[in-house]
């Protein structure tokens, strides 16, 4: 689904990502890992057309985005969940979420994207005329997620998904990862909670200084002894 061939990519005249690859397969969960300033927010950024990369290539169901600005990679089917969640806080639940649903392969859905939404997250619902604003961290968390699924993605990227949120929020945060894989989303996580992250992982990919350094399988990085001495401390 989503093809990277080493993408270099810097901020003014300071390189942040040397040679960066890696590949995701429809229907998986995969991972960046590492600790803050290993590129990691800098790579999705880039996939997404925030930020544009030096050279390399970033190809999306066998078509070349590298030149696509971000509202048309959107329209692809890729999607970012920011880190910090981004929500309009003057505007109400549902307004945020008719604005997920901007793009035009997923206007006509709309109705039926709500419904989906709101069956993964029930509050937001039952809040759905509440100021964003005026809801607890985890809630506002749950609504970015709701909103950049408004948009149909084919591909969901989070940056840092359970950030700041209290450990039984994060849980939440990652059984609803669990169920949209369950639903065909493939997700592109970034993630600092290694543990929960590697757990949920098909594969994932190791961030050091702009580098990736390890790659494998969710369930062998999570018992690599690297992994478990540098980031689980162990």
């Given at each position: ?6 993408l270099?990519v810097s901020?003014e005249?300071v ?10 397969e ?7 890992l590492g ?8 790579t999705?950024k ?15 169901m ?15 089917g890729?999607?970012?969940?920011p880190e ?8 109400s639940v549902l307004?945020?979420l008719?604005l997920?649903a ?13 419904e ?5 997250y029930p ?11 005026t809801?607890?961290?985890?809630e506002q ?11 149909k ?19 939440q945060?990652?059984?609803?990862i ?26 994932a990919y ?25 980031y689980?401390?162990?």
């Open positions: 689904m989503l093809e990277i061939r080493g270099n901020y005249r390189q942040v990502l040397w040679d960066i690859s890696f590949n995701i429809a229907g998986e969960v995969v991972t960046l600790s803050n300033g290993a590129g990691k927010s800098t999705v880039t996939i997404q057309g925030l930020l544009k990369s030096g050279s390399g290539s970033i190809r999306f066998n078509r070349s985005i590298d030149e696509l600005p971000a509202y048309k990679i959107v329209e692809e890729v999607a970012l969940v910090g969640r981004e929500i309009f806080p003057k505007m307004e945020n008719i997920g901007y793009a035009s392969r997923a206007r006509d859905l709309l109705k039926d994207s709500l989906w939404v709101f069956n993964l509050k937001l619902e039952e809040r759905k005329e509440q100021l964003a604003g809801m607890s961290g985890g968390q749950m609504l970015a997620i709701a909103r950049a699924l408004m948009s993605p084919k591909l969901l990227m989070l940056d840092e998904p359970s950030l700041g949120l209290a450990p039984v929020i994060v849980l945060v990652f059984d609803i669990k169920k949209l894989k369950e639903e065909g989303v493939t997700v592109l996580l970034v993630e600092q909670n290694i543990h929960h992250a590697l757990e949920i992982s098909d594969r190791i961030m050091e200084k702009g580098r990736i350094i390890l790659e494998g399988k969710g369930s062998d990085l999570i018992n690599n002894h690297y992994v478990r001495e540098a689980l401390g162990m």
